[in-house]
């Protein structure tokens, strides 16, 4: 069978990840139109990932998170609440200790390049 899931649990997932997506959506008063068009995709592209027929990528789960204006992480705690909320403070703190360890002064621009074009707008 061709595109089915190993794992039965995936496909459990990719509904309960298409019902947060929804129920996001609902709230910000938006069509699947209009989803589709932050996103780049057509409405029926929204309509296949809150189906859950659509496996959301990884690239995908951080346009929703802009578009629907929830953290990446906040999608995923409602979707599996075995996913540990965000310890930013452990995390900034670690990310500065490393960062500041790096000695080339171009790779130190290259990653708060990268960071930049990460962060929500």
Request: proline letters at 4%; hydrophobic letters at 40%; aromatic letters at 2%.
């Amino acid at each position: 069978m061709a595109g089915a899931s190993r794992n039965p649990r995936h496909g459990a997932l990719d509904a309960l990840l298409g019902e947060r997506i929804r129920r996001r959506r609902r709230e910000l008063g938006l069509s699947q139109s209009a989803l589709g068009g932050r996103l780049g995709i057509t409405f029926q592209q929204v309509q296949k990932y809150e189906n859950g027929t659509n496996r959301v990528s990884a690239t995908m789960l951080i346009k929703l998170s802009e578009a629907l204006a929830l953290s990446v992480s906040e999608i995923l705690q409602e979707v599996d609440p075995a996913t540990p909320p965000m310890d930013t403070e452990g995390q900034t703190a670690q990310l500065a200790a490393d960062f500041a360890r790096i000695q080339s002064a171009d790779m130190r621009a290259a990653i708060l390049t990268l960071v930049a074009g990460l962060a929500p707008r």
